[in-house]
């Protein structure tokens, strides 16, 4: 709405190889400027992180794509956000759907999202906090019951001041990797929604300053649509952040 800063994020999810992610950070690195109103961020899978941090441009940050619950420690496989931090990564998304379902495993609860999310703002990252209904609960007309009940325990957990290092994505999971987006004014209606929600139930002060960035197939043709909305504040974007399409949605920017 030209008082928050866009932010507009990439999430790679477990896709790239060596070869594959030097040639696309070598486009990005050759792409044209970042607006001076958007804030750029990468979520690269783990073991990509420090590759990325030594070559990619230092315009866009570093983000994971999830963090440990715990310190450091004996806990096998689990990556810490204080290792993150230690790395020099700035970000972490939280509570991306496809965590949230599990893929086969146990999924992360709100409960669990929230406590991460305390836990990597407590090591000094910054959290893309996602969010969002699935096809049978838009249709059952729930989505804000949806989106409240997976903001309302981390309202619970966080004092006022760490929402200043949050960013919420709403991304309806119906429209992640489908090819369907929310019209423009969909997604506008639910983010107004949510920034009325952090209003009553956060502050009104938090509420005006939180980005709320869309997620769900953002591509570089309807980015410009999508961000011209009041309440969208940028995006999170799966499969056109691992092309040069990226750029593309970068300059949807208002
Ligand atoms: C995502 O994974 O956060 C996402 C929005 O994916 P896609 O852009 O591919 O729908």
Request: aromatic share 6%.
């Given at each position: 709405?030209?008082?928050r800063?866009y932010?507009?994020g ?21 792409a ?13 899978p783990?073991i ?13 940050a ?14 096998t496989?689990?990556v ?28 992360e ?15 000094g ?44 994505a709403?991304?309806p ?36 300053a ?12 309807n980015a ?31």
């Open positions: 709405d030209g008082t800063t932010l507009i990439g999430n790679w999810k477990c896709n790239g190889t060596i070869a594959s992610l030097e040639q696309l950070v070598s486009d990005f690195n050759a044209g400027p970042i607006p001076a109103n958007a804030e750029v961020v990468i979520g690269a783990a990509h992180i420090p590759l990325c941090l030594m070559t990619l441009r230092k315009d866009i570093i983000a994971a794509q999830n963090c440990s619950l715990t310190g450091m420690g004996a806990y496989g689990e810490a956000a204080s290792q993150l931090k230690d790395m020099g990564v700035t970000w972490v998304i939280l509570g991306h759907s496809e965590r949230r379902e599990g893929f086969g495993m146990a999924g609860d709100s409960e669990l999202v929230a406590k991460k999310t305390k836990a990597a703002l407590a090591e990252l910054k959290v893309m906090l996602c969010i969002g209904e699935k096809k049978e609960e838009r249709e059952a007309g729930t989505t804000m019951d949806v989106c409240a009940s997976q903001l309302k325990p981390v309202a619970e957990i966080l004092n006022k001041e760490d929402w200043a290092n949050v960013s919420i709403y991304e999971v119906w429209a992640i990797g489908t090819g369907l987006t929310a019209t423009p004014e969909m997604a506008q209606e639910t983010h107004a929604n949510i920034r009325q929600w952090m209003s009553d139930n956060v502050s009104p002060d938090v509420a005006s939180i980005r709320i960035q869309y997620g769900g197939s953002m591509n570089g043709g410009a649509g999508l961000m011209a909305q009041p309440d969208i504040d940028g995006g999170l974007i799966g499969g056109s952040s691992l092309k040069m399409d990226f750029f593309e949605c970068i300059k949807g920017v208002p």
